[in-house]
C-alpha cells in the first residue's frame, strides 16, 4: 500500500467510506407569547385571572413546579445530583449511563441535576406615577436561579438532556446527538455497524446508513421533545397548554460532521502536516468566503462584522484546524487516530439570513455540510495548483475557433483580466448559476469603477473569452452561466499568484534596505552578473 503524499491523495485513495450527520444540537424550548413582559401581563390577567399585574402570584407557580420535580425524583426512584461550581455535568451523565445500559436498560431518565445559573426572567419593580401614587411594573431583567437538568435516556434518540428554568416563563434548553439516533436506527434496521462515540467506525452499507442519517430532521426532533413533556413534571398546566401555552423550538446551536474514516492513521498524520503548514490563511476574509458562500465585505463602510481567522490547536500530539466565521467555526481533526473529521458548528443562524426556528433546520443542514465540503475542495486545490505551459497558455492565449473567429485569452498583467478571475470564485458558489448583470456589478465593483463604466456588450465580450477558454459553460436554455471545475482552479491559482507572490517578491526586491533571502539572493545573483560583465570587458 502505497503512502499519501498530499491532501488529494489522502481523500481520493485512503478514505474507506464517508458519513454525514447532524452532530450535537442545543435547542431553545421557549413559550412565544411569555418572552416580553406584555405577554407575560396577559396571562397574568387572562389565565391567573388578576387585575394586577405583578410577577409576585407568579411564585407559587414556581414553587408548586419545584415540589412536582423533586416528587417525580422520589416516586421514579430517580437520583439526584447538586452540581458544583466547574463540575462536569457529562462525566457525571457518563456514569450513570455506564450503569444503566450494564443494567439491560434502554429508555428512563438517568438522574436529576439542579445548578445555579444565570439566566433571563422577568421582575416586579416599583415605580411612581407623577401625583407619587406607587404601581408595579414589569420589566424583563437577569438572575441567577435553579435550572432543573433532566439527563435522560431515549429509545430513539440514545442519551439527551432537557433542562428547565425554575422561574417563569420556565424557558427550557434540549440537547440531544444526531449520530446516537442515526446508530440506534441502524440497529433497529438490522444495519451492521462499529459504533465510535459520535461516529461510525465500520458499517456493511455507507448508502443505506447515509440514507438514514438524512431522515433526522425537525419533525423527529419535536416529536423527542413532545413525549418527554408528556413524561416529566410539565411546568405549565393543562389549561395552559389548551390556552396556546406551549413550548416551541429554535436551534441555538447545531454541528454538521462530515466523517471520513481512513485506511491507516498515518494517512491522516500526513493529511494534517499538509494541512497546517498551507492553510494557516484559510480564516481569510476572501478564502472563508470560498467555504461559506457569502460575500465578506471589508472596508470602513459597512464592514462584514466578526473575526477571521485560522487556529491550530494541539491537545497532546493531536492538532486540530480551527476557522472562524462570525459566530461559526469549522473544526477538523483526527478523530481518534482513525478517521478525519470536519465539524461546521453554527452558533447564530441569522449569521446566513436564516431564521431560528427548528423548521429552518433543512436551510441550516445544506450551509453546514457544503461547508464542510467546500473547506476539503480548499485544501485540495491548496496541494494540486495548476502547472504547466499548456496549462497556462490556454488561458492567456487566443483561440481560434471551429469558424475561424478568433478570441483572445486573458492577459495576466491587465486588471480587467484579474477582475474576471476574481469573479468566478465568487460565482462558483451559486448553484443557479450568474448572468451577464451579475458580472457586470461585481466587476465594476473589483476594479474600483463608477457605476456605469462598463457596458453590457464589453461583459458579452468577456463572457465568450471566459467560456471558449473552458473557464466557465452556458446553461442549456438560459442566459445564466456557471463556473467549470477548471476555471475554480485556474482563478484560485492565479488569483492568489497576482494578489500574495508577485507584490510580495516586487516588495522584497524593491527595498533596499531588505535583507530577507529572496533580495539577498538577487544582490549575490546581480553581484556575479557583474564580475562576469567586467571579466567580458578586459578580455575584449
Known amino acids: 500500500m502505497t503512502l499519501p503524499r498530499t491532501v488529494s491523495d489522502v481523500l481520493a485513495e485512503h478514505v474507506t467510506f464517508e458519513v454525514e450527520c447532524f452532530d450535537r444540537m442545543y435547542l431553545n424550548c421557549y413559550v412565544p407569547g411569555l418572552q416580553y413582559a406584555h405577554g407575560l401581563v396577559g396571562y397574568v390577567h387572562r389565565q391567573l385571572g388578576l387585575p394586577i399585574a405583578s410577577t409576585a402570584p407568579l411564585a407559587k407557580i414556581s414553587k408548586a413546579f419545584d415540589a412536582a420535580v ?31 445500559e450494564a443494567a439491560g436498560r ?12 444565570k439566566t433571563n426572567l422577568f421582575r416586579t419593580e416599583k415605580r411612581h ?9 414589569i420589566v424583563k431583567t437577569t438572575g441567577v436561579i435553579n435550572q432543573f437538568y433532566f439527563y435522560c435516556v431515549d429509545e430513539d434518540f440514545g442519551p439527551f438532556f432537557l433542562k428547565f428554568a425554575s422561574y417563569f416563563p420556565y424557558n427550557a434548553k434540549l440537547c440531544l446527538n444526531g449520530h446516537h439516533w442515526a446508530q440506534r436506527q441502524a440497529a433497529k434496521a438490522g444495519l451492521g455497524f462499529e459504533a465510535m462515540d459520535n461516529a461510525f467506525a465500520a458499517v456493511a452499507d455507507p448508502v443505506a446508513l447515509q440514507a438514514i442519517c438524512d431522515q433526522l430532521g425537525p419533525e423527529q426532533i419535536e416529536g423527542l421533545l413532545r413525549k418527554w413533556l408528556a413524561i416529566l413534571p410539565h411546568p405549565f398546566s393543562p389549561a395552559d397548554r389548551a390556552a396556546g401555552y406551549r413550548y416551541d423550538i429554535s436551534v441555538l446551536q447545531a454541528e454538521f460532521s462530515l466523517t471520513q474514516m481512513l485506511d491507516q492513521p498515518v494517512a491522516g498524520r500526513i493529511f494534517f502536516e499538509q494541512v497546517i503548514r498551507d492553510n494557516l490563511d484559510l480564516g481569510r476574509p ?115 475557433t471551429d469558424t475561424g473567429a478568433r478570441v483572445p485569452g486573458l ?24 448572468t451577464n448583470a451579475n458580472l457586470k456589478a461585481l466587476v465594476t465593483e473589483l476594479r474600483g469603477l463608477p457605476p456605469g463604466a462598463l457596458t453590457a456588450g464589453q461583459m458579452t465580450y468577456d463572457l465568450r473569452r471566459l467560456r471558449v477558454h473552458g473557464l466557465i459553460e452556458r446553461l442549456p436554455h438560459t442566459h445564466r452561466y456557471l463556473v467549470t471545475d477548471t476555471g475554480l482552479r485556474t482563478a484560485m491559482f492565479l488569483t492568489r499568484v497576482h494578489d500574495q507572490l508577485i507584490p510580495t517578491g516586487l516588495a522584497h526586491l524593491a527595498d533596499p534596505h531588505d535583507h530577507g533571502p529572496l533580495h539577498t539572493a538577487y544582490t549575490r545573483y546581480q553581484h556575479e552578473v557583474d564580475i562576469l560583465t567586467d571579466h567580458s570587458g578586459l578580455a575584449a
Open 70 to 100: 423533586h416528587q417525580f425524583a422520589d416516586d421514579q426512584d430517580i437520583p439526584w445530583v447538586n452540581f458544583t461550581k466547574g463540575q462536569r455535568k457529562d462525566d457525571v451523565a457518563h456514569e450513570y449511563l455506564a450503569d444503566f
Open 106 to 117: 434502554t429508555e428512563g431518565v438517568l438522574f436529576i441535576g439542579r445548578a445555579q445559573e
Open 129 to 137: 406615577r407623577a401625583d407619587g401614587v406607587p404601581y408595579p411594573w
Open 286 to 400: 476572501d478564502e472563508v468566503s470560498l467555504i461559506f458562500n457569502k460575500r465578506i465585505q471589508g472596508g470602513r463602510k459597512q464592514p462584514t462584522p466578526g473575526r477571521f481567522r485560522t487556529r491550530i490547536i494541539t491537545e497532546g500530539v493531536t492538532p486540530s484546524l480551527h476557522v472562524d466565521y462570525k459566530h461559526t467555526r469549522i473544526k477538523q481533526y483526527h478523530k481518534e487516530g482513525r478517521a478525519l473529521r470536519t465539524e461546521t458548528t453554527i452558533n447564530d443562524t441569522y449569521d446566513f439570513d436564516i431564521g431560528r426556528r427548528l423548521t429552518n433546520l433543512p436551510a441550516l443542514r445544506e450551509v453546514g455540510f457544503t461547508a464542510n465540503r467546500r473547506l476539503l475542495s480548499v485544501q485540495r486545490l491548496d496541494h494540486d495548483p495548476i502547472s504547466g505551459s499548456t496549462a497556462l497558455t490556454s488561458v492567456t492565449e487566443a483561440i481560434i
Open 411 to 434: 492577459r495576466l498583467d491587465q486588471q480587467r483580466s484579474h477582475a474576471l478571475l476574481q469573479a468566478l470564485l465568487t460565482f462558483r458558489l451559486q448553484p443557479a448559476g450568474f
